[in-house]
């Protein structure tokens, strides 16, 4: 389906869900599997960078990135905090790939999202009506901008070494150095592109993925933190701890005492 006929044919059936979320740089890389429902996310501070599978989106300040239901993606952080607005909904019928809308005079659209996060929130009837007109009002905006679809061809060249790395980062024998070997170019064009895609280095990047997965593995109470340390490449458990924390901001028991 075309951008401009799903703006303009666009049938609302349900808001989920409506947040103003502020992350700090140690969130990320953040990776969602699917999202539960279609969302508008308004970017009010900070840079995120969206990575798809066949594309990348930049959400910069007073832009809009549509993300439909279903859809996987990471996400990394080029400043030290973000700060977006989040409405979820249902709708009916197809949608589009992922897209940004920028925005040259955002008022109007902030205005819309607090006014639809302060009706949310206060839960008041009729909420709904009015958290759905809110949102067509939104985009009735966006249908007035121009909407594009992010070119992602530049970063082309490493996807096969960052497919590996994900597939490879917790085997005893991976090296980040092979990275650069897979993509065919050198050590040091193969770090700035990774860099300028992900918003970090190669190893920060396999450091984050691993406390992703320690996260998980904390879920169950039949696994010992000593052994999820030696299982995430970490003979050291106080220094898997120490990274944990900093990554977090939860010891690995007080996180799985939080949110086990």
Known sequence: MQIPEFLQNICITEINFVKTYIAASWNYPMHNRGRRHHGLLFTLEGTETYHFKDLTAEAVPTSILYIPKGEEYRTTLADEKSVVAVVDFEISG??????????????SVKTCFSKMETEWNRKDSPYIPECKSLCYKIISLMARQTTMFPPSQKFDRIADAVAYLHQHYLENDFRLENLSVIAGISQRYFETLFHQKYGTTPKEYVISLKMEQAKELLMSEKLLIRDIALM?????????????TKKTGFTPSEYRSHFL
């Open 232 to 244: 995430l490449g970490y003979s050291d458990i106080y220094h898997f701890g120490k990274i944990f």
């Open 94 to 107: 197809e949608s589009p790939r992922p897209f940004v809308t920028c925005f040259s005079e955002p008022g």
